[in-house]
């Protein structure tokens, strides 16, 4: 059974710094590129990063609105993926949810909500 779990987060102020971990476990993690993406409040899914599968020279993707700030990486050793959040703004507001493709099936984790308020 695919299980995908988030945690790490939280509140938060501005600037602050929060990571997220998304343990995984049923497939075979290394061969799958992973994704974040966000929900915030009254809106809709926002792609967050993507880092390739293991192997890949396409390593990591980022939305504008988060390059520069947040870092997706993953341990294959481990089965997870994280997502490194830095310099923490209100509009990062969201519950975050770690995701992967395996065509035509897409798989999700619970999501974590992260927020940013002072």
């Known amino acids: 059974e695919v299980q995908l779990v988030e945690s790490g987060g939280g509140l938060v102020q501005p600037g602050g710094s929060l990571r997220l971990s998304c343990a995984a476990s049923?497939?075979?993690?290394?061969?799958?590129?992973m994704t974040w993406v966000r929900q915030p409040p009254g809106k809709g899914l926002e792609w967050v990063a993507t880092?390739?599968?293991?192997?890949?020279?396409?390593?990591?993707n980022y939305a504008d609105s988060v390059k520069a700030r947040f870092t997706i990486s993953r341990d294959n050793a481990k089965n997870t993926v994280y997502l490194q959040m830095n310099s923490l703004k209100a509009e990062d507001t969201a519950v975050y949810y770690c995701?992967?493709?395996?065509?035509?099936?897409?798989?999700w984790g619970q999501g974590t909500q992260v927020t940013v308020s002072s």
């Open positions: 880092i390739s599968r293991a192997g890949s020279t396409n390593y990591a």
């Open positions: 049923g497939f075979t993690f290394s061969v799958y590129a």
């Open positions: 995701y992967y493709y395996d065509p035509p099936y897409n798989y």
